[in-house]
């Protein structure tokens, strides 16, 4: 995937225009949750998210990004032991206790929206269930660091500190990021860092924060189709992701629904750790 590089500082009305992206990502985020069940394919996700992109004039930044082969779809949509980056296909269907991973981009207006989920189909055993709740926790623990005078290794070292707390691992080979007018801005956010370290974070600075959290492994290998990321022993990950803004008054989710909510939720972590919604 193709990267700017440059950290570009965001105005109170460019934030304000991307905290309506994230607003109709999280709705397209909400309405593929709405269709997840057992029997139905990674390409009905697909098509949730589509449906509301086409209600509101938008698309996905995520459609024609180069590769192996142009990226096809809208969303990337990955199951257990797919970390990131699964293509929607009519074929692979969701069975009771998997895990699915759906990541989506929403270009309003020239910005970008970047925010991700992971949610049970059905039923789902506790090893599962205890992977979703510290993946979404940790990323509510990194957001709460996303305050100007920090550093970007202050986010990274929240984020590992909490996950590896809970015997699980974070992948070292995929990272957060700047997004704005592009998908992919500076800086680039790992999910393992050393406080203090990194770039400070300046008011106006937005960063799509995304924990992806595996429970054997931090390692990772790319399938045939050049695209899905797997842990490289095949355990299950899960991964979540918001599109973040450092404000005068702290960090402000700009990915949530129109009711200050996320889209998804599994379990305290918002209420934990939740930040300023309103424009700056």
Known sequence: M????????KSQHEIEIMREAGRINAEALAAAAAAIRPGATTADLNAAVEEVHRKYGVYSPFIGVPGPI???ASTTISINEELVHGIPTTKRKL?????????CGTVYEGFV???AFSAGVGEISAEAR?????????????IAKMVAGNTTGDVSAAIEKYV?????????????????RKMHEGPQVPNYGVPGTGMPLKVGITIALEPMV??????????????TVISADRSLTAHFEHSVAVTENGPMIL??????KPPVQIGDGFETGQSRQDPV
Not at 164 to 180: C, D, I, P, Q
């Open 164 to 180: 590896t707390s809970h015997k699980l691992y974070v992948t070292r080979e995929y990272t957060g990021h700047g997004v704005g």
């Open 70 to 72: 142009p990226y096809p």
């Open 130 to 142: 205890n992977l979703l709740e510290v993946t979404e926790k940790s990323l509510y623990v990194g």
């Open 95 to 103: 069975k009771e206790g998997d895990i699915v991973s759906v990541d």
């Open 255 to 260: 990915t949530l629904l129109a009711n200050g």
């Open 2 to 9: 193709s990267w700017e590089r440059n950290v570009n500082i």
């Open 113 to 115: 929206a970047d925010s």
């Open 214 to 227: 595996l429970v054997g492994t931090w390692r990772t290998k790319v399938l045939q189709d050049g695209w």
